[in-house]
């Protein structure tokens, strides 16, 4: 292995780390979102474990960051942003936001065609503020079924069982902003003028 890749591996732990203390999560807590052992995270952490693709890509998706910013791909000088998009949950995920603390935007992509599926309401630590860009959202919040058309945001702490999906047949596009719990959006309105 030649020097300038060992620079770059050696690096991995120290990026691990601070990820993981930045969003102030222990290794407990990572080892059961990514179902790797806490021995193998802490080995990691500390140099003691090469890491590979099957360690790093759960490890990227847990923290909400690309698998470049983990192995610190080397600047190029190209001012361009290249979203990685991703699949969950039969919708399209593009990250807008870098970073692995504070608040995370996506913009979300639910094609037409696909199937609905039912509603199987999940719950977590965070709150998230959603907002239609085209065609009608289904969120399902609590005891809440509502239809949210272009234009309409909602607002709510993921603690509350929720899922959300295509209201109809159509295609929707919608962002959402989620943060960590107690992180919320503030609305700020100009002071009217005497």
């Known amino acids: 292995m030649d020097d300038a890749t060992e620079d770059v591996i050696s690096t991995v732990g120290p990026r691990l780390r601070a990820l993981r203390a930045k969003q102030g999560t222990t290794l407990a807590d990572l080892s059961e979102r990514t179902g790797i052992s806490v021995s193998t995270l802490s080995r990691l952490e500390s140099g003691q474990r090469r890491p590979n693709l099957e360690l790093l890509l759960p490890l990227a998706r847990a923290h909400g960051v690309p698998l470049d910013e983990l192995v610190g791909a080397p600047a190029t000088g190209d001012p361009r942003i290249h979203i990685r998009p991703f699949t969950a949950y039969g919708m399209t995920i593009l990250p807008l936001s870098r970073g692995a603390g ?5 913009k979300h992509i639910i094609p ?3 199937k609905r599926s039912e509603p199987t309401p999940q719950v977590h630590e965070g709150y998230e503020w959603m907002y239609v860009l085209s065609g009608r959202l289904r969120l399902v919040l609590g005891e809440h079924d509502l239809v949210l058309p272009a234009g309409e945001a909602a607002e709510f702490d993921t603690r509350t069982p929720h899922w959300f ?7 929707v596009e919608f962002l959402s902003l989620f943060g960590p719990q107690g992180e919320r959006m503030h609305v700020r309105a100009k ?3 005497s």
């Open 102 to 106: 504070g608040l995370q935007a996506f």
């Open 112 to 114: 037409a065609g696909t």
């Open 165 to 171: 999906g295509r209201a109809d047949d159509n295609a």
């Open 191 to 193: 002071p009217k003028r």
